[in-house]
T-cell receptor, first 111, second 113 residues
Framework: QKEVEQNSGPLSVPEGAIASLNCTYS??????FFWYRQYSGKSPELIMF????GDKEDGRFTAQLNKASQYVSLLIRDSQPSDSATYLC???????????FGAGTRLFVKA | NAGVTQTPKFQVLKTGQSMTLQCAQD?????MYWYRQDPGMGLRLIYY???????DKGEVPNGYNVSRLNKREFSLRLESAAPSQTSVYFC????????????FGPGTRLTVL
């Protein structure tokens, strides 16, 4: 079992729809959770982080965390073609130095 | 403020050759990281340095060595390159704090023939 698992996709949604990206993790000691966006040929850039159970909203993005189920998700509302990218889920263990990344989900938003 | 810089951007090596990938950050971060990214594999941690003077192995350290030269610089060395080391290499740095994010360099595309 991988430590951080994501559906590789591709996930295809029409413009204006909600895209839902999911991630599960195996280490119950994980404390911080991050979503990165990576455009083709570019480096990852942070979208959001979350460390408390529940929802956290930032503009069109909402991160959801359920520690009991070891599940974190990212919702993108009003999806735009410019949101087409690979989304990486990352989990930081207790201790803080190591961050483990999932393999990423490719998202396509169709105009 | 350049953030995280990496050199070179591209490199082609023959099997058995050695090279050093350079990374520098100007954000006064304590922690620095080296990852490799292969298709379908996501980012895998090679080595990291929690602070100046310390280095630790990550998930895939075999075939690599690192040096934390000072607080700004963290280099990755391939002593005898192998085709399995063909990948994109990213350096990252991170501040202190539970929610501090990692900032990534632009990456180095390495091909080993």
């Amino acid at each position: 079992q991988k430590e951080v698992e994501q559906n590789s996709g591709p996930l295809s949604v029409p413009e204006g729809a909600i895209a839902s990206l999911n991630c599960t993790y195996s280490d119950r000691g994980s404390q911080s959770f991050f979503w990165y966006r990576q455009y083709s040929g570019k480096s990852p850039e942070l979208i959001m982080f979350i460390y408390s159970n529940g929802d956290k909203e930032d503009g069109r993005f909402t991160a959801q965390l359920n520690k009991a189920s070891q599940y974190v998700s990212l919702l993108i509302r009003d999806s735009q073609p410019s949101d087409s990218a690979t989304y990486l889920c990352a989990v930081n263990r207790g201790g803080g130095f190591k961050t483990i990344f999932g393999a990423g989900t490719r998202l396509f938003v169709k105009a | 403020n350049a953030g995280v810089t990496q050199t070179p951007k591209f490199q082609v090596l023959k099997t058995g050759q050695s090279m050093t990938l350079q990374c520098a950050q100007d954000m006064n971060h304590n922690s620095m990281y080296w990852y490799r990214q292969d298709p379908g594999m996501g980012l895998r941690l090679i080595y990291y340095s929690a602070s100046e003077g310390t280095t630790d192995k990550g998930e895939v350290p075999n075939g690599y060595n690192v040096s934390r030269l000072n607080k700004r610089e963290f280099s990755l060395r391939l002593e005898s390159a192998a085709p399995s080391q063909t990948s994109v290499y990213f350096c990252a740095s991170r501040g202190v704090g539970r929610t501090d994010t990692q900032y990534f360099g632009p990456g180095t595309r390495l091909t080993v023939l």
